[in-house]
């Protein structure tokens, strides 16, 4: 995870493990018109799998209960609790624990990929947060001030557009197609550093 700020204000920015499989398990259950719908499908697409002997209805409730608790990173495990041979967290969703046995391994390579393709961005830029941090203290300068205190988590994921979009308070899932434009993030980025700071 990258960190940026001061102790006013504090952005991060990380493609997190439990989310990346969140978003394969959507797309590969075929879960995406009724689990977070306006998120994009992931990129690659990860393909499907065979959910029609299950529940849909409870399959997607649990999805999105899964969901809501792992967005926020103040309630986001710090190292996943999806893990064979059980799924223990899912002891009490018994249809989403069903569909990840069956969606496992391949959300799985998919995640780790897309983890691997991150990490890789990451790497080539001159300093991980530099934009952001050249924005707040950009608008602090013409401020003539401190920034307000405020805290901004953006997770990256692979999507098939590009864009963003408020996932929870605080929390904003911006496509990795966003991320890796310079140009393109940063004007995305301006105005809510404008109201924030």
């Known amino acids: 995870m990258l960190?940026?700020?001061?102790?006013?204000?504090?952005?991060?920015e990380d493609c997190p493990w439990d989310l990346l499989l969140a978003l394969a398990l959507r797309d590969l259950a075929g879960l995406e018109t009724t689990c977070a719908?306006?998120?994009?499908r992931a990129v690659p697409d990860v393909g499907s799998i065979d959910v029609s002997d299950i529940d849909a209805r409870m399959l997607a409730a649990q999805w999105r209960g899964w969901w809501t608790g792992i967005v926020p990173l103040e309630t986001r495990p710090f190292i996943s609790e999806v893990r064979p041979?059980?799924?223990a967290a899912f002891d009490r969703a018994l249809e989403l624990q069903e569909a990840m046995y069956r969606a496992y391994d391949r959300a799985m390579d998919w995640a780790r990929m897309r983890r691997y393709e991150y990490?890789?961005?990451?790497?080539?830029?001159?300093?991980?947060l530099a934009d952001v941090y050249g924005l707040v203290q950009k608008r602090q300068f013409e401020l003539r001030r401190q920034s307000s205190s405020f805290r901004l988590d953006l997770a990256v994921l692979p999507l098939a557009a590009p864009g963003a979009w408020v996932a929870a308070p605080d929390t904003i899932v911006v496509s990795k197609?966003?991320?890796?434009?310079?140009k393109g993030f940063t004007e995305w980025l301006l105005p809510l550093v404008i109201a924030l700071v």
């Open 119 to 128: 990490l890789q961005a990451v790497e080539v830029r001159e300093h991980p």
């Open 85 to 87: 041979p059980h799924f």
């Open 177 to 182: 197609a966003l991320r890796d434009d310079a």
């Open 3 to 12: 960190v940026e700020g001061t102790i006013r204000w504090q952005v991060t």
């Open 37 to 40: 719908p306006d998120l994009p």
